[in-house]
């Protein structure tokens, strides 16, 4: 899978502005002392690492749900840069409204927090896939790392009962701590290869960590769309779907599902708690936890896409883009953006 990056379309003429804080950059390239790419390098850089809820994908047949997995981009929470009515207020626009920029997104369908020597599975290797590992992999060879790394990935490790031996399902009072530990294993491997490079950097560099998505309420979006389509054939033509790809969204296991995100997210906080103690006297580099995605409302069906009623309709981006910089205030303050300007 290929990552996808966007660029202030204006930052030319932005960084050109005397009162602009890259037009001393601008003067050098204008003196031909520093190319195009080099002034490029010097805006700030924003990365996120994910899986399918930060991307605009949803699931229909399996033609379309492959070409769009590994050829769509844009669109969603994070990336889009359409400004049309119509289209997702990203997370790219907003801090635009502060700052010229470049944003990259990394993620992908089936992505997953791995231990880094798991083999892909067939399906993920048709869809390209990189997990946790093979995204800061990616992310760690390019020249110019990020000043700002969101990281939401984890959801398709939720899925408790996949391969569950039968007396784990029935109780799964050891297994849910076993993945959550696990869990919080892999993950913290991957955060500290990104503090490992954040060190040696000359810039600053703030890593958020989001918690998982609320399945609580997700579930209530979904029973009216069940509902909704109990009445009418033709709406949500591919709900239940998910069904055949996510056990652990069958009705008699959602249950231990919530619980195991509660589970990790707890784990989440936990670890960058222990990552803040450990870099506490590394001045350039923050990793900080935050619950805005997890703590996102998605009980109204409107966030839910009206294809799959699984993965986020235009309005549900919009609602995690909302929640997803408004959790950014402190790594903003952290990297000396004012965020202000987007806030009005």
């Avoid at 076993?178 to 490079?197: G, M, P, V, W």
Wanted: aromatic share 10%.
């Amino acid at each position: 899978m290929k990552s996808a990056a966007a660029i202030s379309t204006n930052y030319l003429q932005r960084v050109a502005d005397p009162t602009c804080h890259f037009c001393a950059d601008y003067l050098e390239y204008k003196k031909g002392r520093i190319s195009s790419a080099q002034l490029v390098a010097r805006l700030p850089h924003i990365a996120m690492i994910g899986d399918s809820l930060s991307r605009n994908v949803y699931v229909s047949s399996a033609l379309s749900t492959l070409w769009r997995a590994r050829r769509y981009y844009g669109n969603d929470w994070f990336l889009n840069a359409d400004p049309s009515p119509e289209s997702v207020y990203s997370v790219f626009e907003r801090l635009d409204k502060v700052t010229p920029l470049v944003a990259t997104e990394y993620g992908g369908l089936g992505a997953m927090v791995d231990s880094g020597k798991d083999r892909q599975n067939f399906f993920r290797k048709i869809l390209r896939t990189r997990n946790f590992s093979g995204q800061v992999t990616q992310l760690l060879s390019r020249d110019r790392f990020p000043d700002l790394i969101l990281i939401w990935i984890g959801h398709n490790n939720v899925d408790w009962a996949w391969r569950c031996p039968p007396d784990d399902l029935e109780r799964p009072e050891k297994r849910l701590p076993r993945l959550s530990k696990h869990f919080r294993e892999d993950y913290t491997r991957q955060i500290r290869r990104l503090i490992a490079r954040a060190r040696i950097e000359r810039h600053r560099v703030a890593i958020v960590v989001y918690g998982l998505v609320d399945f609580e309420s997700f579930f209530k979006a979904r029973a009216i769309a069940e509902g909704l389509r109990e009445k009418n054939p033709k709406l949500y033509p591919y709900l239940g779907t998910d069904l055949k790809y996510f056990i652990s969204m069958q009705p008699a296991y959602r249950g231990n599902l919530i619980r195991l995100v509660r589970m990790i997210n707890e784990e989440l906080h936990a670890m960058a708690r222990q990552m803040e103690h450990e870099i506490e006297h590394v001045p350039n580099v923050q990793v900080r936890y935050s619950d805005a995605l997890a703590k996102t409302d998605l009980s109204r069906v409107e966030v839910i896409h009206a294809i799959d009623g699984w993965h986020p309709s235009v309005e549900g981006h919009n609602v995690f883009a909302k929640a997803a910089y408004n959790g950014l205030a402190p790594s903003l303050e952290f990297l000396g953006i004012n965020r202000a300007t987007a806030a009005a």
